[in-house]
C-alpha cells in the first residue's frame, strides 16, 4: 500500500512541475521570436525589392505586398498517467487504482482511485505513460500596395528638399545625386531606362567628386529660410575654407552657372534655374531610380540574344577612366554560395556579392528612399479575433 501511494505522490508532483513551468512561457518567447520575425521580416523585404528591380529590367511589371501584421500563439500542453491492476489473495477480487495529470495553458489535474486496498496483493499489471503537445500558430496579414495614392508616390518625383535633407543626415551628396537627380542646374546625369536611356555629361562626375569634398569639409548646409509667402530650403557655402576648398567650390559655382560671390542659393525642382542665385534639381521618381539600377544587371548574354532582355549600358568614361557603377548585381545558373542576397528568376539566380561594401551599401541605401517615399495611406487591416482559451 505505502508502495502505491508513493507512485501516486510522484504522478502528482509531476503535473504540479507541469503547471509550474507552463505558466511562464509567454514571456520567455518574447525575446527569441521578436529577433526572427524581424529578421524574416527584413530579409523578404530585400528580396522583393531585388526580384521586382529585375523584373523590372526584363519589362515586367512590379508587385510590391507588404506585411501588415504579425501575430503569434504558442500552446504547450503535457499529461502523465500511472494505473495497475491487481489480484487480491484472499478474496480474488481485482482491484485497480491510477493517477492522471494534465498540464497545459490552462492546467488541470485529477486524481482518481478505485477500491480500496485490503489484503496483500501475489500479482500486479502496471502502466505509466507521459504526453506532451507543443503548437506554434502565427497569423501573418499580408497588404498589396496598390491604388492610385501608391501609384502616384511610385511616379512622382522625390522633392528636392526630402533629396537635400537625406544630404544633411550624413549620406554621400555624390551617391545621393548618382541615384536621385536626372540633372542640376542642366548638367545632366547618366540614365539607364531604354526609352531614354543616355550617358552623364562630361562635367557631372567631376562636379560631384568635387561636391563630395567640399561636403567632407564641412564648408557645404542646408537650412530653411521662411518668407512671407512660404518657407523653402536653402543651401550654404562657407566663406572661409582651405584653398584646395575654395577651388572646388569655384568649380562647382562655374559648372552651374552660380553667383561666384553669393553664399546661399534657393533650392527648386526643375531642369533649368531662374538665376545665378537659384539651383535647379530635376529629381527623379522611385519608379526610375528602381529603372536606374536595373540597367546596371548583369544579365546573361543568352537572354540578349534571344532579344529577352536588353544589353547592360557601358559604363560612363571620365578622362579615359570608366566610371564604377552604382550597383553590381550578377547573375548565374547555380544559385551562389556567398551571397549577400539573391532571388531566383526565368531560371537564373540574381544576387549582389557579400564583398562587395558599395553594391550592400547602395542597396540598402534605395530601401530606406523606398521607406521615405512609401504610401502611408493604406486600407485598414482586416480585424482578427484570437481565441483566448
Not at 77 to 85: D, I
Not at 260 to 272: D, H, K, N, T, V
Not at 338 to 362: E, G
Request: proline share 6%; net charge neutral; hydrophobic share 40%.
Amino acid at each position: 500500500m505505502n508502495y502505491i501511494k508513493g507512485w501516486l505522490q510522484v504522478a502528482v508532483s509531476l503535473c504540479v512541475l507541469m503547471n509550474v513551468g507552463c505558466s511562464g512561457i509567454g514571456p520567455t518567447t518574447l525575446v527569441p521570436s521578436r529577433f526572427d520575425y524581424t529578421a524574416a521580416i527584413g530579409d523578404s523585404w530585400k528580396q522583393q525589392m531585388l526580384i521586382n528591380t529585375v523584373k523590372m529590367r526584363y519589362g515586367d511589371p512590379p508587385v510590391f505586398l507588404d506585411v501588415s501584421s504579425v501575430i503569434s500563439q504558442y500552446q504547450i500542453a503535457a499529461s502523465a498517467s500511472w494505473g495497475g491492476l491487481y489480484n487480491n489473495q484472499s478474496s480474488s477480487n481485482t482491484q485497480s487504482f491510477g493517477v492522471t495529470g494534465t498540464a497545459s495553458d490552462g492546467i488541470s489535474q485529477t486524481l482518481e482511485q478505485g477500491a480500496a486496498f485490503g489484503s496483500p496483493f501475489i500479482s500486479s499489471a502496471q502502466n505509466f505513460g507521459v504526453t506532451g503537445v507543443y503548437a506554434d500558430r502565427p497569423t501573418i496579414t499580408y497588404v498589396p500596395l496598390s491604388g492610385e495614392k501608391f501609384t502616384r508616390t511610385l511616379i512622382k518625383p522625390i522633392p528636392p528638399a526630402s533629396i537635400l535633407s537625406i544630404v544633411e543626415a550624413g549620406y554621400p551628396i555624390d551617391l545621393v545625386l548618382r541615384v536621385c537627380v536626372h540633372s542640376v542646374n542642366g548638367v545632366r546625369n547618366r540614365y539607364g531606362g531604354s526609352s531614354r536611356a543616355h550617358p552623364a555629361d562630361p562635367e557631372f562626375y567631376p562636379m560631384l567628386e568635387r561636391m563630395r569634398r567640399i561636403q567632407d569639409s564641412g564648408a557645404i548646409g542646408i537650412r530653411v529660410r521662411k518668407t512671407k509667402e512660404a518657407e523653402g530650403m536653402v543651401m550654404t557655402f562657407r566663406g572661409r575654407v582651405s584653398a584646395s576648398v575654395k577651388e572646388d567650390s569655384d568649380a562647382v559655382r562655374k559648372a552651374l552657372g552660380l553667383d561666384p560671390e553669393a553664399g546661399e542659393f534657393r533650392i527648386a525642382y526643375g531642369s533649368s534655374p531662374q538665376d545665378q542665385n537659384e539651383i535647379a534639381f530635376l529629381t527623379r521618381s522611385m519608379l526610375e531610380m528602381i529603372v536606374e539600377i536595373s540597367s546596371c544587371i548583369e544579365v546573361p548574354e543568352k537572354h540578349v540574344e534571344e532579344k529577352r532582355v536588353n544589353a547592360t549600358m557601358p559604363d560612363d568614361v571620365v578622362a579615359g577612366t570608366p566610371v564604377p557603377p552604382l550597383i553590381r548585381i550578377k547573375s548565374s545558373r547555380l544559385r551562389p554560395a556567398d551571397a549577400f542576397l539573391a532571388v531566383p528568376y526565368r531560371n537564373h539566380w540574381f544576387w549582389i556579392d557579400d564583398r562587395d561594401m558599395q553594391s550592400k551599401s547602395l542597396f540598402s541605401f534605395m530601401m530606406v528612399i523606398f521607406s521615405l517615399n512609401d504610401s502611408d495611406d493604406q486600407k485598414g487591416a482586416p480585424l482578427i479575433t484570437i481565441p483566448s482559451g
